[in-house]
């Protein structure tokens, strides 16, 4: 099973949102778009900028977090 088939399934469910971050060699566009159509919240390709994976993570966490969605 490849990543975009994880993704899929991970979204199909049910329970709490899981934030997903796909870390990739396919870098085309077709890739990319892929990624987010089966429910990626971020996709970044190889090679990758670390700071920029560990900002993404803050805000996915911080989003995920109970009280930013008014539970």
Do not use: W
């Not at 919240?41 to 900028?49: E, L, N, Q």
């Amino acid at each position: 099973m490849d990543g975009f088939e994880t993704c899929r399934r991970l979204r199909g469910c049910n329970g709490h949102h899981l934030p997903i971050v796909m870390l990739t060699a396919l870098d085309t566009d077709e890739c990319r778009r892929k990624g987010f159509d089966v429910g990626a919240d971020a996709y970044f390709t190889k090679p990758f900028d670390p700071e920029e994976i560990v900002q993404t993570l803050r805000m996915l966490i911080e989003q995920s977090s109970p009280d930013s969605r008014g539970n």
